[in-house]
Nanobody, 120 residues
């Protein structure tokens, strides 16, 4: 069974870059045809798909975030990472990583989520 675990700072200052890493166990991030996804849920709101990195390294981003988001991977560590630049308090959310069989949607496994607060 695939397990995912998010890690990173829980508090980020406005205008800084939010960086999170998802460590995957029980499966390889290069396995065809999986997509490794970042999703977030702001307080009181629904889930927002942020983007994904595919088994072959291709990336897919939510157009609303495209100028601020970057997703990368380290295949030697079986990890993938999220960077969100120029954050504002509106980026405060629980951030999840997930394995999916589509670039957007089709989630099989989720991490437990990590709270990130953007505040000075």
């Amino acid at each position: 069974q695939v397990q995912l675990q998010e890690s990173g700072p829980g508090l980020v200052k406005p205008s800084q870059t939010l960086s999170l890493t998802c460590t995957v166990s029980g499966g390889s991030i290069t396995t065809t045809y999986y997509y490794w996804t970042w999703i977030r849920q702001p307080p009181g709101k629904g889930l927002e798909w942020m983007g994904a990195i595919a088994y072959d390294g291709s990336t897919y981003y939510n157009p609303s975030l495209k100028s601020h988001i970057s997703i990368s991977r380290d295949t030697s560590k079986n990890q993938f990472s999220l960077q969100l630049s120029s954050v504002t308090p509106e980026d405060t959310a629980v951030y999840y990583c997930a394995q999916a069989w589509l670039p957007r949607g089709g989630y099989d496994y989720w991490g437990q989520g990590t709270q990130v607060t953007v505040s000075s």
